[in-house]
């Protein structure tokens, strides 16, 4: 079978020079398979082969057109076959920088291709891996669209599993456009499908993390950190990259905890040893800087570490959260002995900027952190002694409340009497 030497042969060129693989892949798709189930296989290793060549070579243009090529191929191969080889093809664009809006183009063609083949569930399963694209290209409105109609078409046919995976993405995008009780809905949604099957581990760390990234947002870090050790397992035991994201979320949760002193202990644990790497070394960085509530070392961990914090959003978000907090702290701190202080003596003393610092003042003042004025002629902080509360009125009322309830009683006795 000269296919099958070909193949062999490929397969060595390809480990030296995957550019001169590529016309021996391409001669073994162009030659006619006919019904020979070895060479039908050996063409669909070709095709693989051939996309992974134009994937390291970073060609998204010759990958693309391979897919809308391969399509008589793939009208040849068993239909379970076909959903995964589709599929693998799309995700090989994943490792291609700067190909997100191909990737979604080349989906939706395939997507209208499996229409007019009439493949419902290769279709349900592409329009899944769509509404994820959408959602990595902030395209939500799109996202919602399709899930919309998605969700009407699986209910109806009851695919749990492809239901459990659109309602999490649903939450997702839910969650970025920051509607906190659709995404918690969504989820909810997720979990009561997620029930009814058997849900692979994969999926249920991804239901787990997208728990605790909403419990996150509550402010409940203490049941975000016991889901994110979940998810947490659940990676590390399929060796995903996902996982390292996981551990950063828990290392987060104890820093806005307060429990910086537990970061030790959860990075000597067994499940996290294998992660030690710049990510964890960026939290720890910002768990020291809380602990010694230090906005210089805070500023100088975001600086150092800018990739590692801040192309996260979730990370992001609660450490700008979190830095407000730090910097409430240290501004009620300095300003306590002082009646009366110069704006410029306060931003001398944290290091920042004077125009910051008073805008946060203001913004304390509004907030009845503190009681006191901005005087921007003179440019000071005037500080008022917190005056106690007086309860006359609200003791009045009371009282009041307590004689209306007196004289009721005692007119519902009389009525009885008469």
């Given amino acids: ?5 070909t193949i062999a042969q490929a397969e060595e060129v390809r480990k030296t ?3 001169q693989a590529i016309p021996l892949y391409q001669s073994i798709l162009a030659a006619a398979g006919g019904k020979d189930v070895s060479a039908r296989n050996d063409q669909e290793i070709a095709l693989l082969k051939l996309a992974q060549c134009y994937r390291d070579l970073h060609r998204p243009n010759e990958l693309a057109a391979l897919i809308h090529d391969s399509r008589t191929l793939i009208t040849s ?15 090989y664009f994943s490792e291609i ?3 997100l809006p191909l990737q979604i183009e080349v989906c939706k063609e395939t997507i209208q291709w499996t229409i007019q083949e009439k493949r419902i569930f290769l279709k349900q399963a592409l329009e899944t891996r769509l509404i994820a694209l959408y959602l990595d290209n902030k395209m939500y409105s799109d996202s919602l669209a399709l899930v919309g109609t998605l969700l009407k078409e699986l209910k109806k046919l009851d695919d749990k599993m492809v239901l459990v995976e659109v309602q999490l993405l649903e939450s997702r995008v839910c969650h970025a456009l920051h509607n906190l ?5 969504a989820l909810t949604s997720a979990r009561t499908s997620a029930n009814a099957i058997y849900c692979p581990p994969l999926l249920q760390a991804a239901l787990d993390m997208q728990s605790g990234i909403l419990h996150a947002e509550e402010k409940d870090y203490k049941t975000g950190f016991s889901y994110f050790y979940e998810t947490l397992e659940g990676y590390s035991s399929l060796d995903d990259p996902r996982a390292i994201s996981a551990l950063k979320y828990m290392l987060l949760c104890k820093v806005m905890l307060n429990l910086s002193d537990d970061i030790q202990s959860i990075l000597n644990s067994k499940v996290a040893l294998k992660y030690r790497g710049v990510e964890v070394e ?6 020291s800087a809380h602990n010694n509530r230090s906005l210089q070392e805070f500023e ?5 570490y800018r990739d590692e914090l801040g192309n996260d959003p979730i990370i992001r978000n609660h450490l700008a959260s979190l830095y407000d907090k730090l910097l409430e702290q240290n501004l009620v701190r300095v300003i306590e002995p002082f009646s009366r202080v110069e704006i410029s003596h306060i931003a001398e003393i944290i290091k920042l900027p004077a125009q910051q610092v008073e805008v946060k003042l203001s913004q304390m003042i509004l907030d009845k952190t503190f009681h006191g004025v901005l005087d921007q002629g003179a440019g000071c902080l005037v500080v008022f002694e917190e005056t106690p509360v007086d ?3 609200e003791s009045a009322l009371d009282t009041m409340k307590n004689m209306a309830n007196v004289v009721e009683s005692l007119y519902e006795k009389a009525s009885k009497l008469s």
Avoid: C, F, G
């Fill in 97 to 99: 920088p700067n190909t």
């Fill in 77 to 91: 191969i068993p239909k379970a076959k076909t959903a995964k080889i589709i599929r693998t093809l799309i995700d």
């Fill in 181 to 185: 009780p659709k995404a918690k809905a």
């Fill in 300 to 304: 100088q961990a975001l600086a150092a």
């Fill in 17 to 19: 020079s995957p550019e």
């Fill in 282 to 287: 960026a939290m720890k960085a910002i768990a």
């Fill in 391 to 393: 309860k006359t009125y």
């Fill in 1 to 5: 079978m000269p296919s099958v030497s």
